[in-house]
Structures are given as structure tokens and as C-alpha cells.
């Protein structure tokens, strides 16, 4: 079974820095789309940052330049390196794999797409920035 743990969330302030690693056992993260999404209350789940099978990034318009995405050399961790952070950047941050990358990548894009239920999620890490 494909499980994906992620860790690195916390509080902190306005311009500050956060590294979330999302560790996967039963897979390899070469083989399909990956990618990390993120929720605050009350609003609908949003993609960050994608990898997709071919090795090229993604990422949201909101945290271009910011954020970056990156996997380890085994390819079993995915990273999600932020800096400069924003209140806005507040939610419970999830990694996700995809083998029909739309799922990840429409909404990256900006486009609820695809199939959620035939994607792998994980249960998330919280990230809250406070000004």
C-alpha cells in the first residue's frame, strides 16, 4: 500500500521559512505526477506546486518565486521549500500522487478537474503564518 507522511508544519511569522518533506513507502515518485495542495477553513482546496512525469515544476501564481518543489535523489521524499511567507500561505498543507496528473495539475492551474479519489493524498502537516 502507497502511504505518504508529511511533517515540517508549524507557526511562524510573516517572511518567514518552512521546509515540508513528505516521505512515501510502497512507491516511487518517478513514475507519476506529484505534487502538494493546501486548504485553509472555509475555502476549497488549492494546488501549490507540481512535478509532473517528465520532471518539470509547476506551481500556483500566488507562490511563484516563493515556493519551490524538489525530491530527494532516491525519490522517496518530496519537499515543498517556502520562504517568504504569508498569512495567505495558511492552511493544511497536503502531498499528493497522481498517476492521471490532471487531478494535481488542473489545480495548480487553478481548475478543479480530475478524479481526487484516483489520486494518493496524505493526511497533511498545518502551516499557520501570523503577522
Known amino acids: 500500500d502507497v502511504q505518504l507522511v508529511e511533517s515540517g508544519g508549524g507557526s511562524v511569522q510573516v517572511g518567514g521559512s518552512l521546509r515540508l518533506p513528505c516521505a512515501a513507502s510502497?512507491?516511487?515518485?518517478?513514475?507519476?505526477?506529484v505534487g502538494w495542495l493546501r486548504q485553509a477553513p472555509g475555502k476549497e482546496r488549492e494546488g501549490v506546486a507540481a512535478?509532473?512525469?517528465?520532471?518539470?515544476?509547476r506551481y500556483a501564481d500566488s507562490v511563484k518565486g516563493r515556493f519551490t518543489i524538489s525530491k530527494d535523489n532516491a525519490k522517496t521524499t518530496l519537499f515543498l521549500q517556502m520562504e517568504d511567507l504569508r498569512p495567505e500561505d495558511s492552511g493544511l498543507y497536503t502531498c499528493?500522487?497522481?498517476?492521471?496528473?490532471?487531478?494535481?495539475?488542473?489545480?495548480?492551474?487553478?481548475?478543479?478537474?480530475?478524479?481526487?479519489?484516483?489520486?494518493?493524498w496524505g493526511p497533511g502537516t498545518q502551516v499557520t503564518v501570523s503577522s
Open positions: 512535478i509532473v512525469s517528465g520532471g518539470g515544476q
Open positions: 510502497g512507491y516511487a515518485y518517478n513514475r507519476y505526477c
Open positions: 499528493a500522487v497522481d498517476p492521471a496528473c490532471t487531478t494535481i495539475t488542473g489545480r495548480v492551474s487553478g481548475m478543479p478537474v480530475g478524479d481526487p479519489s484516483r489520486a494518493d
